[in-house]
């Protein structure tokens, strides 16, 4: 069961996942492979981030399965890393009509304050007025960290299959979008939060990692970066400062 270990599928092809990075692939026969359509030969040049308001991935694998949905990736609590899908040949359904060009990343998290508790590795509640209900429980530190090695990965440029830009979709001039985008139903190539276009999910996780891959901040930094410029925002985190330092 070596080759479910530290790997990613692409295209049939087995990617080595970044050091740090725990994966398990589908090949392991705990780990479901959502049942899609065949993609081979389309371009794949989306990347998805959601959350799940679940507080596992097995329950995550049941409502996904129940609602005949499937999603590629899966970032546990503790940032362990299940696929679910191979990343450029299986077609599923997680985002609407971004389906076709898109790999989607599921993180697991309990979202709501009314379905946390102290007994759940989720610790940080924020006010939060772009999230639905204005109340956000914040993802695991393992699991902001792992969406960002994965959203460093699939944007490289170095993996056979995928032609994902490290282009954010959120970015407009100098603020990062926390709720819908104006052209969000366009294929265009980048990394999206699902709420660009529909529900209210992934925007906390594009701003993490937009702090670690572009401001390079070192993780616990960029963790409470994030967290602090999230809370009391209504539309937009604002990245001037940071993106004037960059520049000096």
């Known amino acids: 069961m070596s080759d479910a270990l530290d790997t990613l599928i692409v295209a049939g092809a087995d990617v080595q996942a970044p050091a740090g990075l725990r994966v398990r692939n589908y090949r392991d026969p705990e780990v479901t492979h959502f049942a899609g359509r065949d993609r081979t030969g389309r371009v794949v040049n989306e990347l998805i981030l959601h959350e799940t308001v679940t507080r596992s991935v097995a329950s995550t694998v049941k409502v996904l399965l129940k609602r005949k949905l499937g999603v590629q990736l899966i970032v546990g609590p503790d940032g362990e890393v299940t696929q679910h899908g191979d990343l450029a040949h299986d077609r599923l359904a997680h ?15 309990p979202y709501y304050p009314k379905y ?7 610790k940080r509640t ?28 699939l944007t490289s440029g170095t993996v056979d299959g995928l032609s994902i830009p490290r282009a954010w979709r959120g970015i407009s001039g100098a603020r990062l979008a926390m709720s819908r985008i104006s052209d969000s139903d366009q294929r265009v190539p980048g990394v999206y939060a699902h709420t660009y276009f529909h529900h209210a999910d992934g925007a906390w996780l594009a701003l993490y990692a937009w702090l670690r891959l572009e401001a390079g901040m070192p993780e616990c930094i960029a963790y409470e970066e994030a967290i602090r ?20």
């Open 95 to 109: 985002a609407g009509g971004h389906n076709g060009p898109s790999v989607g990343i599921e993180v697991v998290n």
């Open 116 to 122: 946390a508790s102290a007994k759940l590795p989720w």
């Open 126 to 153: 924020i006010d939060a007025p772009w999230a639905h209900e204005q109340r956000y429980v914040v993802p695991t530190p393992e699991q902001a960290e792992a969406t960002a090695q994965l959203v460093q990965l």
């Open 229 to 248: 410029r999230a809370t009391g925002v209504r539309r937009h985190v604002d990245l001037s400062d940071v993106i004037a330092q960059a520049v000096v």
